[in-house]
């Protein structure tokens, strides 16, 4: 079946401009997150929903940054007046089972924003 | 912050050469999961480790776990230059997110 998927793949912005990053999950997934990597980082957490609820957002940097999922599906990572420092590639992940389960989490190719 | 560090930082190899990555983190866990990267795509789960268990394998690649010194290590033996990625370890501290660390670079040379 099909796997995770982010639109758009590669994302530049002016600095100040607001951005959209979409993320489909595996259809089914109940858990689905968000992480940032750095250009030589492992990815880090940014947020998590199970289903519409988002349980956790402590590692979203700044208010700027805002996710949500609506319908348990689809989710949205919005950020608002972009700054050099958001430029990363942006990860979703979903996983079948809901946090606390032993659980793959599937990964989808990311976003590379880049913000000039 | 991230609590796995993955060592080395690279790795260069000859093709059909083993590689032995080693991954040590700070707290307690439910499980450790291993994670290929290859250069500008998302990450592709390889193999999962519970805390109880202490070595797992699955085609070409071997993991260990060792809960009581917070390590783990993941071996490719027979390395392929397709092999070529970063690979990075993740642990899930009860009850959270994955954490990841830096990564390996592994370059499988031809």
């Known amino acids: 079946g099909a796997g995770v998927s982010q639109s758009p793949r590669y994302k530049v912005a002016k600095r100040g401009q607001d951005v959209a990053l979409r993320c489909d999950p595996i259809?089914?997934?109940?858990?689905l997150f968000w992480y940032q990597q750095a250009l030589g980082q492992g990815p880090e957490f940014l947020t998590y929903?199970?289903?519409?609820?988002?349980?956790?957002k402590s590692g979203l940097p700044s208010d700027r940054f805002f996710a949500e999922r609506p319908e348990g599906s689809v989710s949205t990572l919005k950020i608002q007046r972009t700054q050099q420092e958001d430029s990363a590639v942006y990860l979703c992940?979903?996983?079948?089972?809901?946090?606390?389960?032993?659980?793959?989490?599937?990964f989808g190719p990311g976003t590379r924003l880049t913000v000039l | 912050s991230q609590q796995g560090e993955e060592d080395p930082q690279a790795l260069s190899i000859q093709e059909g050469e083993n590689a032995t990555m080693n991954c040590s983190y700070k707290?307690?866990?439910?499980?450790l999961q291993w994670y290929r990267q290859n250069s500008g795509r998302g990450l592709v789960h390889l193999i999962l480790?519970?805390?109880?268990?202490r070595e797992k394998h699955s085609g070409r690649l071997r993991v260990t776990l060792d809960t009581s010194k917070k390590s783990s290590s993941l071996l490719i033996t027979a390395s392929r230059a397709a092999d070529t990625a970063s690979y990075f370890c993740?642990?899930?501290?009860?009850?959270?997110?994955?954490?990841f660390g830096k990564g390996t670079r592994l370059s499988v040379i031809a």
């Open positions: 480790i519970r805390s109880n268990e």
């Open positions: 929903f199970q289903n519409e609820a988002q349980l956790d």
């Open positions: 993740a642990t899930d501290p009860k009850n959270t997110p994955l954490v």
């Open positions: 707290t307690s866990i439910n499980n």
């Open positions: 992940a979903s996983s079948l089972a809901s946090l606390g389960g032993v659980d793959t989490q599937y």
């Open positions: 259809s089914g997934h109940v858990s």
